[in-house]
């Protein structure tokens, strides 16, 4: 594959095959419509428009679809935008499929696997060892494939692993800094926050939103998974309103989308940590697009604002 998306700056022309995320229709000011299109290939995405379309267009550049296209990038309200100057299907004959413009983990599902398998061995506590086990024994498969979240942060093939994985990196420094901590509980906590997004979220080629995660969201789903499991395995007590508690809290806020605060030193710190990772996975990913000396794009799930990258080294 050419020089992707990801790779291109403001005033580079573009030209190759990408794979359409979302398609949606518009009506400009006076009454003609267009398309907005998010482009995706293996190393990012951009957001284009396609002027002048007829119904026929409509009909045929929709999600999933890979496409050959001609264009320049510019700048739109401080973020990197194209303009479709030429656009065809793509063809059996050019030799491209959907797997060639999904982005994938930086980490091998094995070794995801691998790192998730370990921190639920050092887990001592048999409550909540025996209910993360089982939810990952039944969840495992799309664990190891699909995105963290639909946008903004690990949103590509094993994204959630990576995320799960990660945060659990963080956790055990944290538990050596301080040793007061329950690490099964940290550890428990982690592993489980997120899974409710197997429901919640399509899946990996244009991941949305399902209509289960329209209406409840991942956090009361795993909640509700989390006591059936507890229910099947006959385990009682406290072990399981904590879990249940860590998962509920784990936005932080009533207005991030936890019905309750933190209110459990360990769920304090699982908020804290998710936001460490999910914020350093954005904040990289944009700062690898761009030279030392510039800014990145506006980053909206980063409060709209452009981080720099220095141009000394460390």
Not at 193 to 203: A, Q, R, V
Request: one cysteine or more; charged letters at 25%.
């Amino acid at each position: 594959m050419k020089r992707g998306i990801g790779n291109h700056q403001i005033g580079d022309s573009f030209e190759g095959f990408v794979l359409i995320k979302e398609s949606t229709k518009g009506t400009t000011t006076n009454g003609k419509p267009f398309l907005t299109l998010v482009l995706r290939d293996a190393t990012g995405e951009i957001e284009a428009k396609l002027w002048d379309i007829n119904h026929e267009d409509e009909s045929v550049f929709v999600q999933e679809q890979i496409i050959n296209i001609n264009g320049e990038i510019n700048q739109f309200r401080g973020k990197a935008q194209m303009r479709i100057n030429t656009i065809r299907l793509a063809q059996p004959t050019d030799g491209v499929q959907v797997a060639d413009f999904i982005e994938k983990a930086p980490v091998e599902r094995e070794e995801l696997m691998e790192k998730l398998t370990e921190a639920i061995f050092e887990m001592k506590n048999p409550a909540m060892q025996r209910i993360v086990r089982a939810i990952i024994k039944k969840y495992q498969e799309p664990l190891l494939l699909y995105p963290a979240a639909a946008k903004n942060h690990h949103e590509y093939v094993s994204g959630l692993a990576h995320h799960i994985v990660s945060m659990l990196k963080i956790a055990r420094e944290l538990c050596e800094l301080y040793p007061e901590v329950n690490k099964d509980l940290l550890y428990a906590g982690i592993i489980l926050h997120d899974i409710g997004k197997l429901k919640e979220l399509s899946g990996v080629v244009s991941t949305s939103y399902t209509l289960q995660g329209k209406l409840l969201g991942h956090i009361p789903i795993m909640v509700e998974e989390i006591g059936n499991t507890a229910k099947d395995l006959q385990i009682e007590g406290e072990e399981v309103l904590i879990l249940q508690h860590m998962v509920l809290s784990h936005h932080g806020k009533a207005e991030w989308g936890s019905p309750t605060p933190p209110l459990v030193r360990e769920a304090e710190l699982l908020h804290f940590i998710d936001l460490i990772d999910a914020k350093m996975n954005m904040l990289n990913r944009a700062l690898d697009k761009v030279k030392p000396g510039e800014f990145t794009e506006r980053l909206f799930a980063m409060d709209n604002r452009s981080f720099y990258k220095p141009t000394f080294e460390d």
